[in-house]
């Protein structure tokens, strides 16, 4: 079996989901657990940018089911094709610079808990890897819509802090 932009996005998503557990457990810790984060984010978008630039020169693949049970229709279905290739480019390219400012931005707000902001940015981030390169669109883009909305909601409720704070019940209610 070969390696495809497919196959990078799924280890994308398990290299950010493995980093945003490691990153839990050194939440104490949190200059570690933000190069913990800062190594995952680059790990994953090394991989992404390659396969992504691959399917943008030569044209994409198939796609490629990783999990199925048939019985509930459920089948984790990825396919890279150029549009997905652009936002999976693109979130690479925002997550790197995001991820690598963090580091020193939350040594400045220690009193907001910064041990929950890394594994919920990481969370996010193969969120929407797998958000853009889904075809299931019944029950994973649902999932992968969710876990993105949930880990965006704790990212701009990170300073819970503050008194007054409607943004993110807004962003949720709708």
């Known amino acids: 079996m070969t390696f495809t932009a497919e196959h990078a996005v799924l280890d994308a998503m398990i290299i950010c989901g493995s980093g945003a ?18 190594t995952c984010v680059l790990a994953s978008s090394v991989l992404i940018l390659m396969e992504a630039g691959l ?12 999990l199925a049970i048939e019985s509930l229709g459920f089948a ?14 693109l979130i690479s390219a925002v997550a790197i610079p995001a991820s690598f400012y ?38 994973f883009f649902f999932i992968f819509w969710q876990m993105m909305t949930w880990a965006g909601w704790a990212l701009i409720r990170f300073e819970r802090r503050r008194r007054r704070m409607p943004g993110p019940r807004r962003s949720i209610s709708g």
Request: aromatic share 14%.
């Open 76 to 89: 984790l279905r990825l396919y890279v094709d150029g549009l997905s290739a652009v936002f999976l480019c």
């Open 55 to 66: 399917v943008l020169l030569h044209g994409p693949g198939k796609a490629r089911t990783f």
């Open 102 to 139: 963090s580091i020193d931005y939350m040594t400045h707000h220690q009193e907001h808990g910064v041990g929950r902001y890394y594994p919920n940015f990481l969370l996010f981030v193969a969120a929407m890897y797998g958000l853009v390169s889904t075809t299931d669109m019944m029950w």
């Open 21 to 38: 557990m490691l990153a839990l457990l050194l939440r104490r810790r949190t200059t570690i657990a933000g190069w913990v984060a800062f």
